[in-house]
């Protein structure tokens, strides 16, 4: 029998909870105007990601980095640390888990170098550094409109805890696999790229768009700006697109994502935010923060990032310094289960893609590692900070 897809699944569940009036017709309303604009944006920024690999620049910045490390191990993973960090806060953690992996996955094969320390670096940082900007995790973009409303900037809230998470993270890998990453390495690098103006513009695009979403330029616009211009500069140059034309957008997913969205809040609407209110606890002290950080992290790995949070942050009653517990709980501490997050899934499957095995057990293991020290150090620091 033909498995029936999740993006259809997730369809029939939207339209029921709407049309049966389960989620009230005001609460479905809300729930559209918010969430929209940010699938817009993941749509956008997904065609950006897909025509800069096009383009060949993350195998270019991986053969860039490889060419610094100038034959040092220690150097290449140092290098590859830096591009998955800046990836993730540009171009967001499911960019860096699609696109980045199996180019880092390549690049330690030609230097002979095992490939897991090196994929397993870009899984923990897809996570640990989505706190950097908005645009850097779907929940921040969520967060964001919550912060705004309270009068809060993002970067002024988070850059204590996000910068926090990614040392931890780096720290703990680089004592990890300190033995792995010893000794020097024969360079082979990747080809010229086959249109360097193009490089050139996908180079000179991210750096616009770093920019613009540091500074807070509205995020679907941009992003959907973005997209238009490196797809006239692609066809102007008469390149063929890296993907087929109706795979540019992860339509599939966007769909699976709405379908939770609709669930969650169809529960939200029925009782399910006293539960968690009970939960989650009062108040923003340390000890409350970090209680909020720990059910969400809890929730994020028992189900996913995207609904533990939406239906988590009604309860944090418009606190910035609670959302922002709760953005640490479910960004960076959905690392122990292969569900946890989407970047999570996403990696794991480019992993099989390029025949890279990797046991779910060693996906737990290293969240194991990770998770709990850099959610409750981020969550201090966010408390002393603020």
């Known amino acids: 029998m033909r498995r029936v897809p999740w993006w259809l699944v997730a369809v029939l569940a939207t339209v029921l909870v709407v049309v ?42 991986a053969g860039l980095a490889a060419r610094l490390a100038r034959n040092r191990r220690w150097a290449l993973w140092a290098l590859v640390v830096l591009l998955a960090i800046v990836s993730t806060a540009v171009l967001s953690l499911d960019t860096t888990a699609v696109l980045l992996t199996p180019v880092v996955i390549a ?9 897991l320390p090196f994929a397993l670096a870009v899984l923990a940082l897809a996570n640990t550094a989505s706190l950097v900007l908005p645009v850097s995790n779907l929940t921040n973009l969520l ?3 919550a912060l705004k409303q309270a009068g809060v900037g993002y970067l002024g809230l988070m850059w ?40 050139i513009a996908s180079a000179v695009m991210v750096a616009i768009l770093g920019v613009a979403f540091a500074i807070g330029a509205p995020t679907a616009p941009t992003a959907v700006a973005a997209a238009v211009v490196l797809l006239a500069v692609t066809l102007a140059r008469h390149q063929k697109l890296p993907v087929q034309a109706g795979d540019l957008v992860p339509w599939r997913t966007l ?33 409350a923060l970090l209680r909020v950080a720990g059910v969400g992290a809890l ?25 922002g517990a709760l953005l640490v709980g479910t960004g960076v501490g959905a690392l122990v289960t292969p569900w946890g997050s989407l970047a999570t899934v996403l990696w794991w499957q480019r ?27 981020s969550t201090l620091a966010l408390a002393a900070t603020n």
């Open 351 to 377: 992993c099989r893609t390029v025949m890279l095995d990797v046991p779910a057990r060693t996906i737990v293991r290293q969240g194991l590692l990770l998770a709990p020290g850099a959610v409750v150090l």
């Open 160 to 199: 204590a805890p996000a910068l926090v998470a990614i040392v931890v993270t780096v720290s703990v890998l680089a004592f990890r696999d300190r033995r792995v990453l010893r000794g020097r390495f024969d360079p082979n690098l990747p080809r010229p790229p086959r249109d360097k103006p193009l490089l």
């Open 20 to 61: 049966t009036g389960w989620l009230p017709r005001d609460d479905a309303q809300e729930l559209a105007e918010r969430t929209v604009p940010i699938l817009v944006f993941v749509a956008g920024l997904t065609v950006v990601a897909e025509m800069c690999a096009g383009a060949g620049l993350f195998e270019q910045a």
């Open 107 to 115: 690049l330690a094969r030609r230097t002979h170098t095992p490939p």
């Open 255 to 287: 769909l699976v994502v709405l379908g939770l969205f609709a669930v969650v809040q169809t529960l939200h609407s029925h009782g399910l935010g006293t539960v968690l209110a009970d939960a989650s606890g009062e108040g923003h002290g340390a000890g």
């Open 143 to 145: 967060a964001d409109h």
């Open 299 to 323: 929730a994020a790995n028992g189900l996913n990032n995207l609904p533990a949070y939406l239906a988590l942050e009604p309860a944090m009653a418009g606190d910035p310094l609670r959302i």
